[in-house]
């Protein structure tokens, strides 16, 4: 069985880009691969971080998880923290990546050029420690949102070189963008990424938002004025992301979604999506409620611990032996 890799960062609150770039596709693929899905809660650090929330980010992440479908007695869940062959491969791979790579990183960049100041080393070299995430448990795939692509990609360049270096230790993972909703944009501004650091509320949908509110930010959602309903993300960007959302969401193709809105308004269009969300939503948050109170985390958390220990002692034992940090035999 191929393996498959992919986690999030407990910073901010989850959003929907979040759950259809991402927890959508690891559910799709629970049942054809051997999946770890954990909590990037290293990486969370890399920014400012206040204690308080990253706790209460953590238990709603993992809850999350768990409310959208994820069957921990098929998914290896665990926490980044517990396992501490992430730190320790992350170094090993810093060392093995060049400071050129990493400056291009887009991320870091539009930081950058943003002119975000006193940005943490931690920032800068966070794709190593990503490379780590995923090199360690030998992932064949790596579902991820299309921002998240071009870590993938370095992490198949450091895989590459330091088979090529030191003889075959990591299998070179591919990337595994979805079709549709690789990229959920922002509903005030349809050009940018729906994101969890958004300062405007109204942009952002977020999994644990009142239902009713999120169905209001879809009536609100910026579009055009074309007035006709077609998928032209260049020409009309809103009404493109509006419908992925629904497509998303509902399982229907856009083609079908457009030809059943031929003549008609996007004031019609947009109660159907505000109703999907609002109803998706509430259905996920009543099971976000149960898991919190069955106690179940804690003990998914602990059995997934276990088994991805396993799997990440033995490859850095091996990465240390190819190193030559191993003396005697
Ligand atoms: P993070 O936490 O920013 O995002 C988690 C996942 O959600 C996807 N995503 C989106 N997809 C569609 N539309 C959006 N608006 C949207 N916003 C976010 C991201 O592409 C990602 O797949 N560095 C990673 C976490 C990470 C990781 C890993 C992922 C750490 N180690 C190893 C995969 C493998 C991150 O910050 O994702």
Redesign the pocket.
Same mark, same amino acid.
């Given at each position: 069985m191929k393996r498959m890799?992919?986690? =999030? &960062?407990? $910073?901010g609150k989850l $959003?929907? +880009?979040?759950y =259809?770039? /991402? @927890?959508r596709e690891f559910i799709k693929y629970q049942d054809e691969y051997e999946m770890f899905i954990?909590i /990037?809660n290293l990486?969370a650090i890399t920014v400012p971080n206040d204690p308080k929330e990253l706790r209460k980010n953590t238990k709603d992440l993992i809850a999350l998880y768990l409310a959208s479908g994820l069957d921990p007695e098929k998914v290896t869940l665990f926490l980044?923290s517990d396992i501490h062959e992430h730190a320790e491969l992350g170094w090993m791979l810093t060392c093995h990546s060049y400071m050129g790579e990493l400056q291009r990183m887009t991320q870091y960049k539009d930081k950058v050029a943003k002119g975000e100041q006193n940005l943490t080393a931690g920032l800068f070299t %966070?794709p190593c420690?990503?490379a780590a *995430? =995923?090199l360690l448990y030998d /992932?064949d795939y !790596?579902? !991820? +949102? @299309? *921002?998240? &692509?071009q870590? !993938?990609e370095l992490t198949r360049d450091i895989a590459i070189r330091f088979n090529n270096r030191y003889g075959e230790t990591f299998v070179v993972p591919e990337p595994l963008v979805t079709k549709v +909703? /690789?990229? =959920? %944009?922002s509903l005030t501004e349809p050009t940018k &990424?729906?994101? &969890?650091s958004e300062n405007d509320d109204k942009s952002t949908i977020y999994l644990l938002d009142d239902p009713k509110l999120a169905r209001k930010k879809i009536m609100s959602a910026v579009t055009d004025s074309v007035g006709i309903i077609q998928y032209d993300p260049e020409n009309q960007p809103g009404l493109a992301n509006l419908l992925t959302i629904q497509s998303a969401l509902s399982g229907e193709a856009i083609d079908s979604i457009v030809e059943r809105y031929q003549g008609k308004g996007y004031g019609e269009l947009k109660k159907e999506i505000g109703a999907t969300v609002e109803n998706f939503l509430t259905e996920l948050q009543a099971k976000y409620r149960d898991i919190l109170a069955s106690g179940i985390c804690e003990k998914v958390l602990a059995n997934g611990k276990e088994q991805a220990q396993a799997v990440a002692f033995k490859k850095v034992r091996k990465v240390k032996k190819k190193l030559g940090f191993q003396i005697f035999n």
């Open positions: 890799l992919s986690g =999030i &960062k407990p $910073t $959003t929907l +880009g979040n =259809i770039g /991402a @927890i954990f /990037a990486h980044q %966070y420690l990503m *995430d =995923i /992932a !790596v579902p !991820v +949102g @299309i *921002d998240q &692509k870590h !993938v +909703g /690789a990229k =959920i %944009y &990424k729906m994101s &969890k």
